[in-house]
C-alpha cells in the first residue's frame, strides 16, 4: 500500500514561478518513483527560509491540519532542511518528516545495484545523517519502514556518533579499493585505444532506451526518475563496422545533493573519459531548456565542459509541434529512440563525429603479410577496400586515432608505396 504523502514547497525572489512549478512537479516524480502517492500540495511565497520550520508558524498549522485531513503517512520538503528545522517540524508533526535529498539519497539506496555504488549511497547516506543526530532518536523511534527509511536509518546508527565515524572511514577504504579497480579497467581502456561514447542528461531523458538500442543490449528501462544508477559500459559498432564503447549514467537532477555528488564521483569520473558525449535531451518536457541548463553546469563542475557533445534531442515523436531550442556550436539530431531510421541517423552522426579525431590514411599491403592485414581490419575504420591482382595488394582507404599503435603500420606501407 503507498504512503500518503504532502509535499511542501517555498517559493523566493530568485526563483520564477516557472522554475518553481518544474521543481515541485520533480519532487511529485521523485515521491511516485519512491512509491508514494502525493494527496496534497502546501505553498508559500517568502523572502526568506524561517529559520526555525522553513515555512511560516501560520503555514505550519495549516500543514498539521491537513495532515490530519488528508490522513498523510509522510511530509516532504521541496529543499534541504536544518537539522534545526527537522528537529522544529518533527516536534510539531504526529507523521514524519523528510527533505528533498534524503527522498533522493532513499531512491539511490532502493537502485544501487553493484558493490561501489551501494557504498556510495550509504557513504551519502551517512554524511547527510551524522549533522541530524541530535533529536533523531524520536523521529526514528517510530518509523515502521517507508519513504526516507531505507539504507542506515533502519539500524539506527544515530545512537552512536563515533560508531558512524568509524564506519564512514571503513566506507571510504572499501571505496577506494573499488576505485582503483575502476581506474585500472579505464587504463586499460586507453591502452587499447577504445573509442568512448558517455551518454549524459537530465534524469528519465532516455538515456538507458537509447544504449539499449544503439548496442543491442538489454538494459533496465522504466518511466522513473535515476531509473539507471550505476554506470554500465556496452560494446557497439557504427555503420563502418568499428567498434566503440558507449556508456550509461546516472541522470542529473536540479539540486542533487552535494553529498550525493561527492560520493558519485568516481562513477562521473566516467564521463570525463569520454571521448565524445551524448547529451540526451527530453526534448517533449516544458523544462527541456532548463534540464539543459543544469546538465551543462554539472558538466563544467565535473571538468567535462572542453570534451566534444552531440546534442541528442529525444522523445521527439511527443512533440505536437516543433520546439526550437538555441543554436548550438556542437552537432545536434532531433529523434525518437523507437525509430530504426532515427538510431541509423545518431550512429552516423556519431561515425563522423569520430572522423574529425582520427586522421585518413591510404595504403597498400601485400597479401602476404597478414598480421597487418588484420591489425588495419581490427583496429582502424575502413572505408574502403579493394584487392589489386596486379600488385597482389589490398587497398586501404579510412581513419585511424592519432595515438594508436597500427600508425606504425600505416606509416611504414605509405612509405613503400
Known amino acids: ?65 491537513t495532515v490530519t485531513d488528508k490522513q498523510a ?13 527537522v528537529r522544529n517540524l518533527d516536534r510539531e508533526m504526529d507523521v514524519r518528516v523528510i527533505d528533498r535529498t534524503q527522498m533522493i539519497l532513499d531512491i539511490f539506496a532502493g537502485r544501487a545495484h553493484t558493490k561501489e555504488g551501494n557504498i556510495q549511497v550509504e557513504l551519502a547516506q551517512l554524511s547527510y545523517l551524522l549533522p541530524r543526530l541530535a533529536g533523531q532518536g524520536h523521529t526514528l523511534s517510530r518509523l515502521g519502514g ?7 536509518g533502519e539500524t539506527k546508527l544515530e545512537t552512536d556518533r563515533r560508531y558512524i565515524l568509524k564506519k564512514m572511514d571503513d566506507l571510504k577504504k572499501r571505496l ?27 534524469t528519465n531523458s532516455g538515456k538507458s532506451t537509447l544504449l539499449s538500442k544503439l548496442s543491442g543490449a538489454e538494459t533496465f528501462q522504466e518511466n522513473l526518475l535515476f531509473a539507471t544508477l550505476d554506470p554500465l559500459t556496452r560494446q557497439m559498432r557504427l555503420p563502418s ?31 570525463k573519459e569520454a571521448d565524445v558525449l551524448l547529451h540526451v535531451v527530453d526534448a517533449s518536457h516544458p523544462e527541456a531548456l532548463s534540464q539543459m541548463q543544469t546538465v551543462d553546469k554539472l558538466l563544467e563542475e565535473l571538468d567535462a565542459q572542453a570534451i566534444p557533445v552531440i546534442t541528442v534531442f529525444n522523445k521527439s515523436d511527443q512533440l505536437e509541434e516543433t520546439i526550437s531550442f538555441p543554436e548550438a556550436d556542437n552537432p ?21 563525429t569520430v572522423k574529425e579525431q582520427m586522421n585518413f590514411y591510404q595504403i597498400k599491403i601485400p597479401v602476404q603479410d597478414g598480421k597487418s592485414l588484420a591489425d588495419i581490419q581490427k583496429y582502424t575504420m575502413v572505408q574502403h577496400e579493394k584487392l589489386d591482382e596486379k600488385t597482389n595488394c589490398f587497398e586501404y582507404k579510412g581513419y585511424v586515432l592519432k595515438d594508436h599503435p597500427v600508425n606504425g603500420t600505416i606509416k611504414k606501407y605509405v612509405q613503400e608505396v
Open 1 to 65: 500500500m503507498k504512503e500518503k504523502v504532502i509535499i511542501v514547497g517555498c517559493r523566493f525572489p530568485n526563483v520564477n514561478e516557472k522554475q518553481f512549478q518544474m521543481s515541485m512537479e520533480e519532487l511529485k516524480a521523485l515521491v511516485d518513483t519512491a512509491d508514494g502517492d502525493v494527496v496534497d500540495e502546501i505553498i508559500q511565497v517568502r523572502d526568506r527560509p524561517e529559520p526555525a520550520t522553513y515555512i511560516g508558524k501560520g503555514k505550519v498549522a495549516e500543514l498539521i491540519e
Open 73 to 85: 503517512d509522510l511530509v516532504v520538503f521541496n529543499d534541504e532542511l536544518s537539522p534545526g528545522q
Open 146 to 152: 517507508g519513504i526516507g527509511t531505507r539504507g542506515p
Open 176 to 202: 577506494s579499493d573499488v576505485r582503483a579497480h575502476r581506474e585500472s579497467y579505464r587504463k586499460q581502456r586507453r591502452k587499447n585505444n577504445n573509442i568512448q561514447f558517455a551518454l549524459v542528461g537530465y
Open 241 to 271: 563496422g568499428y567498434p566503440v564503447l558507449l556508456t550509461d549514467t546516472v541522470g542529473f537532477i536540479q539540486d542533487l545533493p552535494t553529498t550525493l555528488v561527492a560520493a558519485f564521483r568516481s562513477t562521473l569520473e566516467e564521463v
Open 332 to 352: 545536434s539530431l532531433y529523434m525518437s529512440a523507437f525509430r530504426t531510421q532515427d538510431i541509423t541517423m545518431l550512429s552516423e552522426l556519431m561515425e563522423k
